[in-house]
């Protein structure tokens, strides 16, 4: 089954925030703010092979928790244990989302979704990505608010840093629609030989000898 990016509605794989900004806001960073994007397209670029957990909030609150699985290009997990049974998968061509309560299945390709941007093999955030705005924290911590250039009214992705050594800590998103989710990353460390099973997920719902 597919449909379409605005359905999918696949909570922590979503990314998004408000109305488009002028086209001219990336041009008018400052080159404090340049320095801080490329740290972050540094580290990102960096982060090929990483799991930890998770805690998202969504819409009036709603809190959901598990663990999540990395590696670059294109492959990422989402395993949820509240609610038990959740799965969202980038297999590299498309992200899947699999929900045992309601027993539905769906996929949207990983093209279509700003995963695509965080998944890719070269992360750039000076090409095809529209920086909005980049805050900078007297600690040291900062968060950069952007969104796909080619679709800037489909929503941002804020992205906040902080650490030492630096680290993503979270991300924020608000889709087209205005519908905020928060994503904190509660723990996040390097990970080797994952195996190619995590990144995989077959349709769960299709009966055999169905097409």
């Known amino acids: 089954m597919t449909v379409s990016r605005r359905a999918f509605g696949f909570g922590a794989a979503a990314l998004a925030s408000l109305a488009a900004l002028p086209v001219s806001a990336q041009a008018n960073l400052s080159a404090e703010d340049r320095a801080v994007l490329a740290r972050a397209q540094t580290y990102l670029q960096g982060l090929t092979s990483a799991q930890g957990n998770f805690v998202e909030t969504g819409p009036g609150g709603q809190r959901r928790e598990g663990r999540f699985y990395l590696q670059r290009p294109g492959r990422m997990r989402f395993e949820y244990t509240n609610p038990a049974g959740l799965l969202v998968v980038s297999d590299g061509s498309n992200v899947k989302r699999y929900d045992p309560r309601l027993n539905v299945f769906r996929q949207v390709p990983l093209s279509a979704t700003p995963l695509s941007t965080f998944l890719a093999r070269n992360v750039r955030l000076d090409q095809g990505v529209r920086i909005d705005r980049v805050t900078r924290m007297q600690s040291g911590a900062f968060a950069i608010t952007a969104r796909d250039n080619r679709r800037p009214n489909d929503g941002s992705v804020i992205l906040a840093f902080a650490g030492s050594p630096m680290r993503l800590q979270e991300w924020t998103i608000t889709d087209a629609q205005g ?22 997920l077959s349709d769960p719902t299709r009966r055999p000898g169905r097409n």
């Open 179 to 200: 519908t905020r989710t928060r994503t904190q990353l509660t723990s996040l460390t390097p990970a080797s030989n994952l195996s190619a099973s995590l990144f995989r």
